[in-house]
């Protein structure tokens, strides 16, 4: 049952490893990866001398910690809401509706919130117009981008995560609910006191697991929904979508090489310091 995961990984994620060497060298089309020119940490030096190395970096970090942030606790709250419904008819619905979003692509979504934000036809323009409010330019102000960036994340995510926390709190026992029941504990109670506990431990992996991709950015979001809109680009910019530009803009591949190196190295830094601390805090709640 194995194997075909293994195939995957090794075809998909292994094997390209290789390409890693187009960081480190000056890559044309007649020489190919392995016969192109070294030229050192050239590229890499180009990316950190553009200027756009420490923001892009600090985008990527801020919006994936908010991200995770609010995709974990919103999660939690979409289970346990969702487990202490008593009628199956509603449940069903609400699981149903919540993880729609999950379904629907960026693309589609970008569409939806461009028709619903733009300035000129926008339904939300019109129904301001139609109260004599003054009409947002939103494409052209980044503050609002740093509530709804998140606001549609959590809107997309959290109808998955909240399905995984509800798989932890349907395995919880529910002998230890009866016990609290009988000794008088009210709803709120059960909540803070066992479901809350309990799912730390499930809490924990998916929040390293999340650590794993704090380097690697919503590209589908962030490019579907901003694009090339220069107004918002330093505000929203991310190391992935400035290795895509770099690519197919200027086909500079030994830059969008140097990006993924780099990505990919704090990537791991931030891995293993995560992991360190929670060992400190829990052997047994650590990935390895």
Request: proline residues 3%; glycine residues 6%.
């Amino acid at each position: 049952m194995f194997i075909p995961i293994a195939v995957y990984f090794i075809i998909f994620a292994y094997i390209p490893m290789a390409g890693i060497i187009m960081a480190f060298k000056d890559f044309n089309y007649r020489d190919g990866i392995f016969g192109s020119p070294w030229n050192g940490f050239a590229n890499f030096e180009y990316f950190f001398k553009s200027g756009k190395a420490f923001l892009v970096t600090r985008n990527t970090i801020i919006y994936n910690v908010i991200f995770l942030t609010c995709y974990t606790v919103f999660s939690i709250l979409a289970a346990v809401f969702i487990s202490e419904i008593t009628r199956k008819w509603f449940k069903k619905i609400s699981q149903t509706m919540m993880f729609l979003p999950y379904f629907i692509s960026w693309v589609t979504v970008s569409a939806f919130v461009y028709n619903f934000l733009n300035y000129e036809y926008g339904i939300v323009n019109k129904m301001l117009a139609h109260f004599s409010i003054a009409p947002l330019d939103i494409y052209s102000n980044t503050s609002y981008w740093y509530f709804l960036l998140p606001f549609l994340y959590v809107w997309k995510w959290v109808g998955y995560g909240s399905v995984l926390y509800l798989a932890a709190i349907v395995g919880i026992d529910q002998e230890v609910y009866e016990a609290a029941t009988i000794d008088g504990a009210t709803r709120f109670q059960k909540i803070t006191r066992i479901t809350l506990p309990l799912l730390k431990p499930t809490m924990i992996i998916l929040i390293l697991l999340g650590l794993g991709r704090i380097m690697r950015g919503e590209f589908d979001m962030f490019y579907q929904l901003i694009g090339n809109n220069g107004t918002l680009m330093d505000a929203t910019d991310i190391i992935d979508t400035l290795a895509f530009r770099s690519l197919v803009g200027s086909a500079d591949f030994g830059m969008a090489s140097a990006v993924g190196v780099y990505q990919s190295v704090l990537t791991l830094i931030i891995i293993l310091t995560a992991n360190w601390l929670v060992r400190r805090y829990d052997k047994d709640q650590a990935l390895f």
